[in-house]
Nanobody, 125 residues
Framework: QVQVVESGGGLVQAGGSLRLSCTASGRAFGIYAMAWFRQPPGKEREFVAAAIGRSRDTTDYADSVKGRFTISRNNAKSAVYLQMSSLKPEDTAVYYC?????????????????WGQGTQVTVSS
């Protein structure tokens, strides 16, 4: 089993920045992809960004965060980070970290097997 834990959420004003961290533990040595999803209030969970691959990571971003968010990964630590800048009120959501050891992952949440509990990010206007 793999355990996933996020940290770094909080309250920030519009235009500000936050950095989320996520660590996978347990049988995490085979992790292929780590990603961030978010669930805004009253909406479905949506893809934010992913770092895919065990050596040279390929990154993928939702159009809504391109140019503002940056995902990075430390494979040695089974960790992934999300640097969020130029935050907007519409970025307010619970942010979830996800991990999987299969190369079949997509931007769909159902393709990830391991999930953290989520961390709240609130952006005030």
């Amino acid at each position: 089993q793999v355990q996933v834990v996020e940290s770094g959420g909080g309250l920030v004003q519009a235009g500000g920045s936050l950095r989320l961290s996520c660590t996978a533990s347990g049988r995490a040595f085979g992790i292929y992809a780590m990603a961030w999803f978010r669930q805004p209030p009253g909406k479905e969970r949506e893809f934010v960004a992913a770092a895919i691959g065990r050596s040279r990571d390929t990154t993928d971003y939702a159009d809504s965060v391109k140019g503002r968010f940056t995902i990075s990964r430390n494979n040695a630590k089974s960790a992934v980070y999300l640097q969020m800048s130029s935050l907007k009120p519409e970025d307010t959501a619970v942010y979830y970290c996800a991990a999987d050891n299969r190369p079949s992952v997509t931007s769909q949440a159902v393709s990830y097997a391991y999930w953290g509990q989520g961390t709240q990010v609130t952006v005030s206007s």
